[in-house]
């Protein structure tokens, strides 16, 4: 998988260099490099169309633009599909990676990390049977430097084995906490879950085993999570009850979530607005002195304390920490800490994990336990999808809208 995500980047690559060096264009059809006619392809719905429009980045500093002319990828990789995106999810990192410049690799880019849509063609290695033409599906594009990959466009390159198809319904959470039942075929529903969802499983991955969540049976210890508001925590508590690994699960989050929290799974809330002091000493008294599991999702801060917590729990026979928002730069100082980095691209590079991480959480969704997040601010005015990005982009870095995930329709 590392392989093949490697030369997928290396082909976009070459294809692109030669156009980042033409400064009157960057992605126009009649100037790219011809591709052969692609005859590995079975199955492709006749509405493809040869371009498509996209959000492009031509640089860190200019704001992004519309480009109407930019290539719909005719050649599938054997177990690719290709999907008509209907709907895009907002996350941090589409605002932060332009900001402060990582992880877009050349110009012009295009930036998005998941979406909702429909299948419109399929590689050679995929069946109909799994995924019929105009299939609905939702996808978390964990491949960054493939921009065929990226969701801000109409057209979304991605493994067909790490894509959920949607369920029929799925439970939601009123505003009372009830859950109740949902049609599934409302794809905006679903167009800013795959981020959360892999970052969560990845995140528990360093904990569990999603194949063999029996093994930590008999030996449960506590999870604290900080940030359990997030999006991520949304998830990342759901698949840590369901789980049934851990003694118990906290959440470090502001209180008035903490009705909503409990009814996902956590077994307590603890206020982030206290003290330091006064977080660490009800962490400890909540875990009887054994912190043993923590992830943070807020910042390089909070991770911090969170490893004091565990430096100070003494009854703890194993301590380690997930940081998925930074890492302290300290991290050496804390002896007998395990401390850990997040990678989400384990998600396609291990194609196994990948694979038994969508095949578990689409059983969790078939059997309607896992909850879609509460709240969602879908952006699908008259304006062009480009305004909508950048609006709710905007949105989300200033953090207007708290605890809701921004979906744009494509
Ligand atoms: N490394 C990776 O691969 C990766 C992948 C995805 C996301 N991330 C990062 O993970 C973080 C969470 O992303 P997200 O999209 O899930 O966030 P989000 O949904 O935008 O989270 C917003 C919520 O976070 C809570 N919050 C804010 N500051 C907090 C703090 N200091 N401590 C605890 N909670 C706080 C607030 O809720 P309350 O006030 O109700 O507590 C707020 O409503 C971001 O920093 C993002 O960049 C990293």
Same mark, same amino acid.
């Given at each position: 998988?590392?392989?093949?995500?490697?030369?997928?980047?290396?082909?976009?690559?070459?294809?692109?260099?030669?156009?980042?060096?033409?400064?009157?264009?960057?992605?126009?059809?009649?100037?790219?490099?011809?591709?052969?006619?692609?005859?590995?392809?079975?199955?492709?719905?006749?509405?493809?169309?040869?371009?498509?429009?996209?959000?492009?980045?031509?640089?860190?500093?200019?704001?992004?633009?519309?480009?109407?002319?930019?290539?719909?990828?005719?050649?599938?990789?054997?177990?690719?599909?290709?999907?008509?995106?209907?709907?895009?999810?907002?996350?941090?990192?589409?605002?932060?990676?332009?900001?402060?410049?990582?992880?877009?690799?050349?110009?012009?880019?295009?930036?998005?990390?998941?979406?909702?849509?429909?299948?419109?063609?399929?590689?050679?290695?995929?069946?109909?049977?799994?995924?019929?033409?105009?299939?609905?599906?939702?996808?978390?594009?964990?491949?960054?430097?493939?921009?065929?990959?990226?969701?801000?466009?109409?057209?979304?390159?991605?493994?067909?084995?790490?894509?959920?198809?949607?369920?029929?319904?799925?439970?939601?959470?009123?505003?009372?906490?009830?859950?109740?039942?949902?049609?599934?075929?409302?794809?905006?529903?679903?167009?800013?879950?795959?981020?959360?969802?892999?970052?969560?499983?990845?995140?528990?991955?360093?904990?569990?085993?999603?194949?063999?969540?029996?093994?930590?049976?008999?030996?449960?210890?506590?999870?604290?999570?900080?940030?359990?508001?997030?999006?991520?925590?949304?998830?990342?508590?759901? &698949?840590?009850?369901? +789980? #049934?690994?851990? =003694?118990?699960? /906290?959440?470090? %989050?502001?209180?008035? @979530?903490?009705?909503? !929290?409990?009814?996902?799974?956590?077994?307590?809330?603890?206020?982030?607005?206290?003290?330091?002091?006064?977080?660490?000493?009800?962490? &400890?008294?909540?875990? +009887? #002195?054994?912190? =043993?599991?923590? /992830?943070?999702? %807020?910042?390089?801060? @909070?991770?911090?304390? !969170?490893?004091?917590?565990?430096?100070?729990?003494?009854?703890?026979?194993?301590?380690?920490?997930?940081?998925?928002?930074?890492?302290?730069?300290?991290?050496? +100082?804390?002896?007998?800490?395990?401390?850990?980095?997040?990678?989400?691209?384990?998600?396609?590079?291990?194609?196994?994990?990948?694979?038994?991480?969508?095949?578990?959480?689409?059983?969790?969704?078939?059997?309607?336990?896992?909850?879609?997040?509460?709240?969602?601010?879908?952006?699908?005015?008259?304006?062009?999808?480009?305004?909508?990005?950048?609006?709710?982009?905007?949105?989300?870095?200033?953090?207007?809208?708290?605890?809701?995930?921004?979906?744009?329709?494509?």
């Amino acid at each position: 998988m590392l392989k093949r995500s490697f030369l997928q980047a290396e082909r976009w690559e070459s294809l692109g260099k030669p156009l980042i060096q033409d400064e009157t264009d960057g992605l126009s059809r009649a100037k790219r490099p011809r591709t052969l006619p692609d005859t590995r392809i079975i199955q492709r719905s006749s509405e493809v169309p040869p371009v498509q429009k996209a959000l492009i980045i031509d640089s860190f500093e200019n704001e992004m633009t519309l480009r109407e002319d930019v290539d719909v990828p005719l050649e599938l990789d054997d177990y690719d599909i290709l999907v008509k995106n209907s709907y895009v999810g907002l996350n941090h990192f589409d605002w932060k990676t332009k900001k402060y410049k990582f992880c877009i690799y050349s110009f012009p880019w295009i930036n998005g990390r998941e979406s909702s849509g429909v299948v419109v063609k399929l590689g050679k290695k995929v069946s109909t049977k799994d995924f019929p033409l105009n299939c609905k599906v939702f996808l978390a594009s964990t491949s960054y430097r493939n921009i065929q990959t990226s969701t801000f466009q109409e057209y979304t390159v991605f493994d067909s084995r790490l894509v959920w198809k949607v369920p029929s319904t799925v439970p939601v959470l009123d505003v009372e906490e009830r859950t109740k039942y949902s049609p599934g075929f409302d794809l905006s529903a679903f167009a800013g879950t795959g981020v959360s969802l892999v970052t969560a499983g990845c995140s528990l991955s360093y904990f569990l085993d999603f194949d063999n969540l029996t093994s930590l049976n008999g030996n449960k210890k506590c999870l604290v999570i900080w940030g359990g508001s997030t999006s991520i925590g949304h998830f990342l508590i759901q &698949l840590a009850k369901y +789980s #049934n690994a851990f =003694e118990k699960i /906290i959440a470090v %989050a502001g209180l008035q @979530s903490t009705a909503h !929290l409990k009814t996902l799974g956590a077994d307590e809330v603890i206020d982030r607005f206290e003290t330091e002091d006064n977080i660490i000493e009800k962490l &400890l008294e909540t875990c +009887s #002195n054994k912190v =043993e599991y923590a /992830i943070d999702l %807020a910042s390089k801060d @909070s991770a911090k304390i !969170l490893m004091k917590v565990m430096q100070k729990s003494v009854q703890a026979s194993e301590k380690k920490i997930v940081c998925v928002s930074g890492t302290p730069s300290d991290e050496d +100082s804390y002896d007998g800490i395990a401390v850990e980095t997040i990678n989400i691209k384990k998600f396609h590079e291990n194609i196994e994990f990948g694979k038994s991480f969508v095949r578990y959480t689409s059983e969790l969704f078939g059997e309607k336990k896992l909850k879609l997040q509460r709240n969602i601010k879908l952006i699908d005015d008259k304006d062009s999808f480009d305004d909508r990005i950048k609006r709710g982009l905007k949105d989300l870095e200033e953090q207007k809208y708290k605890g809701t995930k921004i979906v744009v329709k494509i």
